[in-house]
C-alpha cells in the first residue's frame, strides 16, 4: 500500500473489497467520461464539485472515502484536498478506472459497440462532444450540395466525424481537371457520377454513416425535396443561381446555410442562419443583394483556383457545420471570414442583417422562387 503524501493508494481489487464492506467510492471524472462506463458501485461526483462541497457527498469526515478517476491522478488530487477538509479515512485507487476495467472487475457500461468507442475515441474524450454530442452527430442529417471542390474535403471530414446522414447533390461526371482539388475522386474514377464516386469513397471512409446521393441539378423545383428532414446545408455550389436559390430556401425553410466560396487564391466563409434568426442575423442576399455581373465573377474553370484554396474553405465550413450540429462554439453567423492565401492571411467582416432584405426581412412573407438563372445573368 504506497503513501503519497498522507494518502494511501489502494489498487483496485482491494477498493472493490472495501467498497463490499461499507467504503464510499467516488467516480471523480467528468460527465462524459463517466458516460462512457464507470467502476460498479461508484458515485460519480465531478472533482470541482466535490473538492467544492464534500460534505454534500459524504457527511461524516470520518467515513471510509475512496477516489477513482482515470488513471489514477486527479483522484490523488481529490484526496489530498479532501484531506485539507478534514477528512481522514482516504484512499485513491491506483490506475484508475482503466487499471480496475483491466482487472476484470465489475463495470457500470453503456451498450456500445466497439466500433463505435474506437472510431470515435477522441471525440469521446472531448467534454464538449462526449457521448451525447457524437449520438448527436450521428443522428445528424446534413445536405451537401456539390461534390465538387468545397463538397470533397466537407464530405470527408464530416464522415469522418460521424454525421450520421449525408445527402449529396450533384448532376456532374468526374473530370480530369477536377482532381487537382476534389480530393473525393480519383483517377480511376474519371467518368463516374461524382456522387457515385463520392459515395464509394465515404463508405470505404466510414462504413457507419448513411448516404444519399442525388444526381441531380439543384433547382426551385426539387429544393424542398432536397431539404426535407435536413438539419444543415453546406453549400459547396459553384454558381451563383444555385446559391441565391439555396440561400432563399434555407430563409424559407428555416435551414442554417454554410457558405463558402473560392476565387484564385482567395476564399470566402459565412454561416446564413437568418432563416431561424429573422431580423438578427443577416442572410446570402443581405450582403449580396444583387448577382454580380458575369464579367466580375467568373467560375473555376474561366479564373482558374489554386487546389488547396478549396480545401482550406471546405474544412472551415466542415469545421462550422461539426460545431453547429454539436451547438458548441461561436458560430461565423454574421461575420464574412475572408482567406487570402498568397499573404496567408485571414480578415473578418461584420455582417448585419439588411432591413430592407428582400428574402429574411421579419413579418415579410415569402416572396417565391424567381428565375435565378436569368435574376444571376443580369
Ligand atoms: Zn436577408
Redesign the pocket.
Known sequence: MANVDGIREIAPEEALRRLQAGAVLVDVRGDHERALGMAQGALGVVREQLEAAPAAVVPDPDAEVLLICQSGRRSLLAAQALHARGYRNLASVRGGTTAWAAAGLPMLRPQLDPDFEERYSRHLRLPEVGLQGQQRLAASHVLIIGAGGLGSPAAYYLAAAGVGHLRIADDDVVERSNLQRQILHTDAAIGMAKVDSASARLAALNPRIRMETVRERVTSANIERLLDGIDLVLDGADNFPVRYLLNDAC?KLGKPLVYGAVHRFEGQVSVFD?GRARGSL?????LFPEPPAAADAPNCSEAGVLGVLPGVVGMLQATEAIKLLLDIGTPLSGRLLHFDALAMRFRETRLA??PG?????PGRPFPGYIDYVKFCSG
Open positions: 430563409v437568418a443577416p442572410c446570402y442576399r443581405c442583417p439588411d432584405c428582400a428574402v429574411c426581412t
